[in-house]
């Protein structure tokens, strides 16, 4: 079964997306791969392995999974989530802001079960304890992360040269451990959106960045969409790390750098076509966010 994970990630490793990759053999059964990708959309297709556990962590940017029952779930900047290979194998990965940095433990559960690290020797880990837990039926179990868990994670980075192997090899052990106590409740638990939340979502953000010189109320996409503003809120915010009002503004006032950058265009045209009616409140707002008038970017 292990081999077919090593086929997958060769197969991985090869998409003309992925900037970086690299992938460790911690424990007979177990793989650590690191790596970054760059792109919006990611199909994956493998075999539908029960036995293999992915612990998926996000370091940076964001990415989610539209799995096969229909439902899609998002992980950003320290959140993790575990499943099988068979809840991904017909899946498709989206980067909402077009890049991710992650790390992807990959567990072979038989092997856990009969072959596992001596130190877990009598605590009851074992890979049919971890399924049970976190992956019957196929389903998807991701978590916001906490103080724990990003000491946990974060330290298989930048780790030196002589102790690489040895500190990634503890620090797996580390989460197993932790992910033994774990409280799955729904406290913990990131929501989960059905496909067609998603797509009303993407949606409404291709209509937003299309029109970036109009004002569009909670209140008038809520209507126009057929959805509650508290579920277009909330689900805007899981896709993309941030309130719909950050999130365009951010995206206004890069673009009002480019415009600055390569066109002759006026600043009070500017305003108008990044949606600012005053040029006062956009050179506020644009000194806000890149830390220099307009005028005085544009002449740098």
Not at 66 to 84: E, Q, R
Not at 123 to 137: E, H, M, R, V
Not at 226 to 249: D, E
Request: contains cysteine; aromatic residues 8%.
């Amino acid at each position: 079964m292990i081999n077919e994970l090593t086929d997958l990630r060769r197969s991985i490793s090869g998409h003309k997306d992925l900037k970086h990759m690299e992938t460790e053999t911690l424990y007979p059964g177990i793989e650590l791969s690191c790596f970054t990708l760059t792109t919006d959309n990611l199909s994956v297709h493998h075999a539908a392995l029960d036995d293999i556990l992915e612990v998926n962590y996000c370091h940076s940017g964001r990415i989610g999974w539209k799995m096969g029952n229909g439902n899609s779930v998002y992980l950003g900047p320290g959140d993790f989530s575990l499943h099988t290979l068979k809840a991904c194998a017909d899946s498709v990965m989206s980067l909402p802001g077009g890049t991710y940095e992650g790390i992807t433990i990959s567990i072979d559960l038989r092997m856990l079960t009969d072959n596992p690290p001596e130190i877990l020797s009598g605590t009851g880990i074992t890979g049919a304890f971890l399924y049970d837990k976190f992956c019957q039926k196929s389903t998807v179990t991701s978590f916001a992360g906490n103080e724990r868990t990003e000491h946990i994670f974060s330290s298989f980075y930048s780790l030196p040269e002589p102790f690489r192997l040895s500190m990634q090899k503890i620090k797996v052990l580390e989460l197993l451990l932790y992910l033994s106590t774990l409280n799955i409740d729904a406290q913990n638990r990131l929501t989960e959106y059905h496909s067609e939340q998603i797509e009303t979502i993407r949606t409404i953000h291709e209509q937003l960045m299309e029109h970036m010189d109009k004002r569009f109320t909670i209140e008038e996409l809520s209507k126009q969409y057929l959805m509650n503003p508290t579920t277009l809120k909330n689900t805007f915010k899981s896709v993309y790390g941030t309130s719909i009002a950050a999130h365009i503004k951010e995206h206004r006032m890069e673009q009002a750098a480019k415009l600055l950058r390569e066109t002759d265009f006026s600043i009070a045209e500017i305003a108008r076509m990044v949606g600012y009616d005053s040029q006062s409140r956009f050179t506020a707002a644009f000194k806000e966010y890149g830390g220099k008038l307009p005028k005085d970017y544009r002449n740098h």
